[in-house]
Nanobody, 117 residues
Framework: QVQLVESGGGLVQAGGSLRLSCAAS????????MGWHRQEPGKQRELVAV???????NYADSVKGRFTISRDNTKNTVYLQMNSLKPEDTAVYYC???????????WGQGTQVTVSS
């Protein structure tokens, strides 16, 4: 199994920046794609960004040009650099990873990001 722990969330004013981190442990050799999702109260969870083990990335249209996902395979950690934050970015952000052998998906506990006007 894989365990994921997010950190770096908090309160920031519109236009500010935050950097989220997600540290993986357990069967880390099995991890393929990692990503970030977010969920606002009363809404469905949505994909924000994904990154493959080789560094290929993809982003939701709403965050393109503002967010950057990266990973450090030596530290088993994925990051989300969030710049030019908007109030509509307010959500709980969840780290996710998939197992390349079993296709199991793993989720972190989530970290709150709040952007004030």
């Amino acid at each position: 199994q894989v365990q994921l722990v997010e950190s770096g969330g908090g309160l920031v004013q519109a236009g500010g920046s935050l950097r989220l981190s997600c540290a993986a442990s357990g069967r880390i050799f099995s991890i393929n794609t990692m990503g970030w999702h977010r969920q606002e109260p009363g809404k469905q969870r949505e994909l924000v960004a994904v990154i493959s083990r080789g560094g290929s990335t993809n982003y939701a249209d709403s965050v393109k040009g503002r967010f950057t996902i990266s990973r450090d395979n030596t530290k088993n950690t994925v990051y989300l650099q969030m710049n030019s934050l908007k109030p509509e970015d307010t959500a709980v952000y969840y780290c996710a990873a998939n197992d390349r052998f079993s296709a199991n998906n793993y989720w972190g506990q989530g970290t709150q990001v709040t952007v004030s006007s």
